[in-house]
């Protein structure tokens, strides 16, 4: 879900990379990684097997520096793509904004390719949301495999909501950034529409850096083994115009080796809040504050805090979170009736898998040590 | 039904806010002599941060914090428990507790030997649940300041020059 601070004057919105296991989702990540302005990206941090399977999510945050007044960014995120892992697929999604659906292209794929779309419908929807309403493009990677499926007979079976379709060689580089501007373009069109109606402001002060480095060019199409049956090869995936959704009209089309040309201005890669020395003395010291001014004893805190805690009693909150995580499962607002059932066969078989999931959630706290 | 809207809603952050809640973890650390706070909403966004600064990137332990509670609430449900309201893991030189703040944020404490657990739970407890409160608030607000009217306009332009 959208984060919005108008205090930092902030925007972040998180953008998921799906698709079925293999078809690409790690690899268009590291190449935005690796091809994005580094004032412009931060780390891309990896939760994964020693095959370099994605094991729980790959993450990187992406700045598009000011937009109207606002610094916007991208936490950008893939997913698991084998089907063992659907609870952890599932985890990552929870408050997403959009997301690029990469399918393989190659003969044969086109199975796992449906089963993932499909699971993507059943885990959106377990969070009240759903694909027909959620801003996403869709990805047609592995252009370059003999006998790659045809865009067409992809395109029908993969883009029901008739979404803006790129092709791509994620291993190349090719048709990386393109999906993700025309992902970028519908989000931020989303946002807009959920929370714009101010007065415009100023376009962004992005002058492009004038020291900014010159644009890789392996990304340039030049003879790309593009196949026979397209004819007009991966030149496509910028010179088709994507195909528009109701909210987009279709953009123009690009030069295919693009990307990161110029930097906007420099974004500071620490959005957050200023980080001030500890404060000399808390601020806490005015009004209805629980804490009391450094040097109160615990003996006086536990008083106050059993104070508080009876304060929140006679309000009713005392257990804020008593019954909350059943309705945590209830979808929120419209899909109430989504509850799903918890006794499910299929949640019991994957009781052990979350277990697993859970260890997952070990190594995730293993790499935070390691940050710190 | 409080706490659904709070899951739901999507959070805005106005300056007073920020400041109440700035004001909150800056009382916790002084007290618990914590090295760093993080308030991380439990999409993985980070809200806020107070205390010493973190050696790398904040956003990529707010992703992986969240990553890791996610996955142990969901383990805690299919286990018959409520939920797992905090989480500890320890290092040799720096330790981190995540402490949960209603149902949407999760508070992030790293700290070393200049304090220990016991302390930083005693006073996180407490912090957490006056955060809560200012959650709250902040959803049960009417709508003040509003995106730009151009806003997506001006991005596509910025999305030409960055791609």
């Known amino acids: 879900m959208v984060q919005i601070n108008f205090a930092q004057k902030q925007i972040n919105a998180k953008i998921v990379y799906y698709g079925p296991g293999m078809s690409g989702k790690t690899t268009n990540l590291e190449v935005v990684h690796k091809r994005a302005p580094d004032t412009n990206r931060g780390e891309l941090t990896s939760i994964s097997t020693d095959g370099d399977r994605t094991l729980f999510f790959d993450y990187m945050p992406l700045d598009l520096g000011t937009i109207a007044g606002m610094k916007t960014s991208f936490q950008m995120y893939t997913v698991p793509g084998q089907v063992y892992y659907n609870s952890t697929r599932k985890l990552v999604l929870q408050g997403v904004d959009g997301i690029i659906f990469v399918a393989d292209s190659s003969p044969g794929a086109m199975e796992a390719n449906l089963e993932s779309l499909r699971n993507l419908e059943e885990n959106l929807n377990e969070y009240g949301k759903s694909l027909a309403t959620m801003p996403h493009v869709v990805q047609f990677n592995k252009r370059d495999i003999n006998g790659a499926m045809t865009v067409e007979e992809m395109n029908a079976q993969l883009n029901p909501h008739g979404v803006p379709t790129f092709e791509g060689v994620a291993a190349t580089g090719q048709g990386v950034f393109p999906t993700l501007k025309g992902l970028a373009s519908l989000v931020l069109k989303h946002i807009q529409s959920e929370c714009g109606g101010g007065r415009p402001q100023p376009a962004a002060a992005a002058s492009p850096a004038a020291d900014a480095p010159a644009p890789k060019s392996e990304a340039k199409p030049a003879p790309s083994p593009a196949p026979a049956a397209s004819g007009t090869g991966l030149e496509l995936d910028d010179a088709r115009a994507p195909r528009p959704t109701a909210p987009t009209t279709a953009s123009t089309p690009e030069p295919v080796a693009h990307a990161q040309a110029q930097a906007q201005a420099p974004a500071p890669a620490q959005a957050a809040a200023p980080r001030p020395a500890p404060a000399p003395a808390p601020a806490t010291a005015q009004a209805e504050s629980t804490y009391a001014p450094a040097g109160t004893s615990a003996a006086q805190l536990m008083r106050q805090r059993s104070a508080t805690a009876g304060a929140r009693r006679a309000r009713g909150d005392a257990q804020p979170q008593a019954g909350a995580t059943r309705a945590r499962r209830a979808a929120p607002r419209q899909a109430a009736e989504r509850a799903p059932a918890p006794a499910k066969a299929s949640a019991l078989k994957g009781n052990l898998f979350v277990v697993g999931a859970a260890v997952l959630g070990a190594g995730a706290a293993a790499a935070i040590l390691k940050f710190i | ?163």
């Open chain 2, 1 to 163: 039904m409080k706490d659904s809207k709070l899951r739901s809603d999507r959070l805005e952050f106005y300056t007073e806010d920020m400041e109440r809640l700035h004001t909150e973890l800056d009382s916790f650390l002084e007290l618990s002599k914590a090295r760093a706070a993080l308030l991380i909403d439990r999409d993985g966004h980070l809200v806020t941060r107070r205390g010493d600064a973190v050696h790398t990137s904040p956003e990529s332990i707010s992703a992986l914090v969240a990553g890791s509670f996610a996955a142990t609430k969901e383990m805690a449900r299919l286990l018959g428990e409520t939920e797992f309201t905090v989480m500890f893991h320890q290092g040799k030189r720096d330790s981190i507790q995540l402490q949960l703040v209603g149902e949407r944020t999760l508070l992030a404490i790293m700290f070393d030997d200049r304090t220990n657990l016991g302390l930083v739970r005693f006073y996180a407890q407490e912090t957490a649940l006056r955060l809560q409160d200012v959650f709250e608030s902040i959803v049960g607000r009417r709508h003040g300041e509003e995106l730009a009217s151009n806003f997506s306009d001006v991005g596509e332009a910025a999305l030409d020059e960055l791609f």
